[in-house]
């Protein structure tokens, strides 16, 4: 059974900083492109980033660009968002995913990704 497992989510200061990690159980997953999603209360789940499997290509969603950075270190089988500048609309469960095909490009798409992890929450305060 293949696992996603995030962590770094809290409640934070508006203005502040986080970084949430999310590792794979397998290392084949370092063949998959990934992608952190989130989802606010009574809101769709929507992209925030994606990378490729190699790292070179990455994705933001307009509302986090400029303020987040994915990457990932294919060592640790683990992805990372870092995210600055948080505001109370980042407030959310982010999510990582993969998708269901390997490959080099990254989807943005969130019926593209078929392994989910549990989530984690990001709360900002004012």
């Known amino acids: 059974q293949v696992e996603l497992v995030e962590s770094g989510g809290g409640l934070v200061q508006a203005g502040g900083s986080l970084r949430l990690s999310c590792v794979a159980s397998e290392r084949t997953f370092n063949n998959y492109a990934m992608g952190w999603f989130r989802q606010a209360p009574g809101k769709e789940r929507e992209v925030v980033a994606a990378?490729?499997?190699?790292?070179?290509?990455?994705y933001y969603a307009d509302s986090v660009k400029g303020r987040g950075t994915i990457s990932r270190d294919n060592a640790k089988n683990t992805v990372y968002l870092q995210m600055h500048s948080l505001k109370p609309e980042d407030t959310a469960v982010y999510y990582c995913a993969a998708p269901y095909y390997a490959g080099t490009g990254f989807r943005t798409n969130r019926n593209q990704y078929k392994y989910w992890g549990q989530g984690t929450q990001v709360t900002v305060s004012t």
């Open positions: 990378i490729s499997w190699s790292g070179e290509s990455t």
